[in-house]
T-cell receptor
């Protein structure tokens, strides 16, 4: 199957700093990527849809100025958590859909996730 | 996207078939049914998806009822490594919204 890589896999930062998480599709191009957040013992919550070359679409309740998403190429999307606070500590997961495939039928490939801990 | 409902947990004996049900009674005609699983602290892993017909791959089989209001994921010979949270989702927009899933515990 296709590979989606996230970096870093885990990060610890101080409160008030910004953290960037990268999501790369390694062997396919992805016009659309998705960012999820998962708290302990909870399900994945969709945060935003990242579209190559255009602005991300955020889900209701997700602060776009706090969670900056950039999708500058067909293989890379980044999520920047700005001015991170302890409540932002979570497992952040991205997924990507192969470009050219039917958007309604193809499977999404997920990254391994990035665990953020804000002290 | 249609809401899906799954039992919160299930047990299965190692080597036996695991049958995981999912209800999607409000699914629309062009929505696909997707199954993913998540092993602790990892990203979700794609298992299988389908529209109307039953599907089978190297991991599992997907049985969709004729009215498409429910489906069953079948792991033919469950192993301890199949212990995970299994998510059933439906979508026609390319966006997947996760519910709480079913925690499958495979026991020796």
């Amino acid at each position: 199957g296709a590979v989606v890589s996230q970096h870093p896999s885990w990060v610890i930062c101080k409160s008030g700093t910004s953290v960037k998480i990268e999501c790369r599709s390694l062997d396919f191009q992805a016009t659309t990527m998705f960012w999820y957040r998962q708290f302990p013992k909870q399900s994945l919550m969709l945060m935003a849809t990242s579209n190559e070359g255009s602005k991300a679409t955020y889900e209701q309740g997700v602060e776009k100025d706090k969670f900056l998403i950039n999708h500058a190429s067909l293989t890379l999307s980044t999520l920047t958590v700005t001015s991170a606070h302890p409540e932002d500590s979570s497992f952040y997961i991205c997924s990507a859909r192969r470009t050219g495939g039917n958007a309604n039928t193809g499977e999404l490939f997920f990254g391994e996730g990035s665990r953020l801990t804000v002290l | 996207d249609a809401k899906t409902t799954q039992p919160p947990s299930m047990d299965c004996a190692e080597g036996r078939a695991a049958n995981l049900p999912c209800n999607h009674s409000t699914i629309s005609g062009n929505e696909y049914v997707y199954w993913y699983r998540q092993i602790h602290s990892q990203g979700p892993q794609y298992i299988i998806h389908g529209l109307k017909n039953n599907e089978t791959n190297e991991m599992a089989s997907l049985i969709i009822t004729e009215d498409r209001k429910s489906s069953t994921l079948i792991l033919p010979h469950a192993t301890l490594r199949d212990t995970a949270v299994y998510y059933c989702l439906s979508s026609n927009t390319g966006k997947l919204i996760f519910g709480q899933g079913t925690t499958l515990q495979v026991k020796p």
